[in-house]
């Protein structure tokens, strides 16, 4: 069973006994939160070409008097329209095995790797997605306790040397509101995807902490940020999605908060397990997973009424 990779449990010589449970015992993996938040684009799918293009209006301006002058006709303002296109990748990963170790073996090697392959398929898939948010030109960062540099040019303005904190969400919450017209993501709520550490500096702000020991006196027990002002919040446990450690000494934790129809998902194949065509008369098999898919911001700018995401970050 040359296609597994064994470790040494003993610390030298042989085994006295080579009996093996009967209950196989696999790895955890992190969670996968981001895919929940991306729709996949109607319309695409297979025999539809490797691209998919979105139209995108744009708001039309705000006379400073909408009134009419009798005798002259009503004034004509134009309507812009713009594309985003999202190509297509093929993605996938295959794992090996011999039908003597599926023969040999107690447990049933074409279901494990199933198993393995759907864990890895979900995390891979996230991380793309993950990435797609983070590609914001909105960065905000802490640059201490009580003050954030907010940038629109797709690079971060600073060096975090704070951890988020109750003062940071407020500022982001009404720059989102107020100056870039975010639209909520559902009901009247944006939605915050944290890291662990970024969620830690939230929890330990006393702010936090006076705010819900009237609001929601469970929730420290409960380990949950809840909502601070109208941003759900999500803790990420995924550190290929979100970084758990930026800044000035590894003081902030990675995060975004968006709104609604953020990002694009298009898809020409969804995801699936592929068996390999048996080798070598059925010795040599293999089960893979394939996917003809991509991810991509739907408004990659910083205009008001049309960025949806701010990415917290840090230089």
């Not at 996949?40 to 705000?62: C, M």
């Not at 919040?233 to 550190?239: G, L, R, W």
Request: glycine share 8%.
């Amino acid at each position: 069973m040359a296609q597994f990779t064994w470790t040494q449990d003993s610390p030298s010589g042989p085994y006295k006994n080579h009996e093996l449970s009967e209950l196989l015992r696999d790895a955890a993996i992190a969670e996968t939160k981001f895919m929940q938040f991306v729709k996949p684009e109607a319309g695409y799918g297979k025999k539809k070409g490797e691209s998919i293009t979105i139209t995108r209006v744009s708001n039309l301006s705000v006379p400073s008097n909408g009134r009419l002058v009798e005798g002259q006709q009503i004034p004509e303002d134009a309507l812009q329209l713009s594309t985003k296109s999202i190509t297509v990748s093929e993605w996938g990963r295959a794992v090996p095995y011999t039908s003597l170790s599926d023969d040999l073996s107690m447990f049933n090697i074409e279901n494990i790797v199933q198993k393995e392959l759907v864990k890895q398929m979900k995390l891979v898939l996230d991380n793309a997605a993950a990435a797609a948010f983070k590609t914001s030109l909105i960065k905000a960062v802490p640059n201490g306790i009580a003050s954030i540099s907010i940038t629109t040019n797709g690079t971060p303005g600073a060096t975090a040397t704070s951890n988020l904190r109750y003062y940071h969400v407020e500022q982001i919450r009404d720059y989102m509101y107020s100056t870039l017209l975010v639209p909520p993501y559902e009901a009247d709520e944006y939605i915050g995807l944290i890291s662990t550490k970024a969620k830690r500096g939230l929890m330990s702000d006393p702010a936090w902490e006076d705010w819900h020991k009237y609001t929601d006196p469970s929730a420290k027990y409960n380990g949950e940020v809840g909502k601070i002002e109208n941003i759900r919040f999500i803790e990420i446990n995924n550190s290929g999605a979100l970084n758990n450690s930026i800044g000035s000494g590894g003081v902030l934790g990675e995060g975004v908060i968006f709104g609604s129809d953020a990002v694009a998902m298009a898809v020409a194949l969804d995801p699936e397990l592929r068996a390999g065509i048996p080798q070598d008369f059925g010795r040599s098999q293999a089960v893979a997973w394939y996917a003809i898919a991509d991810f991509g911001l739907v408004r990659d700018t910083a205009n008001a009424g049309e960025a949806k995401v701010v990415h917290i970050t840090s230089l």
